[in-house]
C-alpha cells in the first residue's frame, strides 16, 4: 500500500520559516519525481516545487528564492524548507509522487495545513 505522510505544517508568523516533510512507504522512491503542491481556500490546487530522482529542482515564480524542495532517497523523504513565510503562503501543502519509469502512476499524500499569520 502506497503512502505519502506529510508533516511540519503549523501556524508561523509572517517572515517565518516551516520545514516540510513527506515519508513515502509502498513505491520504489527513486522511481519517482516528487515534488509539492499546495491549495489554499476557494483556490484550485497549484504546484509549489518538483525535485527529479537525481536531485533536480524546479520551482513555481512564488517559491522561487524562498523555497527549496530536497529529497532523501535513503530515507524515501522529500523535504520543503520555506523561508520569509507570508500570509499569502496560508494553503494546505500536498505531497506528490509521479512515476517516471515504468507504468504511470501518481499519488498524493493526505496534506498538512500551513498558516501564515501575525
Known amino acids: 500500500q502506497v503512502q505519502l505522510v506529510e508533516s511540519g505544517g503549523g501556524l508561523v508568523q509572517p517572515g517565518g520559516s516551516l520545514r516540510l516533510s513527506c515519508a513515502a512507504s509502498g513505491i520504489i522512491f527513486r522511481l519517482y519525481n516528487m515534488g509539492w503542491y499546495r491549495q489554499a481556500p476557494g483556490k484550485q490546487r497549484e504546484l509549489v516545487a518538483t525535485?527529479?530522482?537525481?536531485?533536480?529542482?524546479n520551482y513555481d515564480d512564488s517559491a522561487k528564492g524562498r523555497f527549496t524542495i530536497s529529497r532523501d532517497n535513503a530515507k524515501n523523504t522529500v523535504y520543503l524548507q520555506m523561508n520569509s513565510l507570508q500570509p499569502e503562503d496560508t494553503a494546505i501543502y500536498y505531497c506528490?509522487?509521479?512515476?517516471?519509469?515504468?507504468?504511470?502512476?501518481?499519488?498524493w499524500g493526505q496534506g498538512t495545513q500551513v498558516t501564515v499569520s501575525s
Open positions: 525535485v527529479t530522482s537525481s536531485g533536480v529542482a
Open positions: 506528490h509522487a509521479e512515476r517516471i519509469v515504468g507504468p504511470r502512476a501518481i499519488y
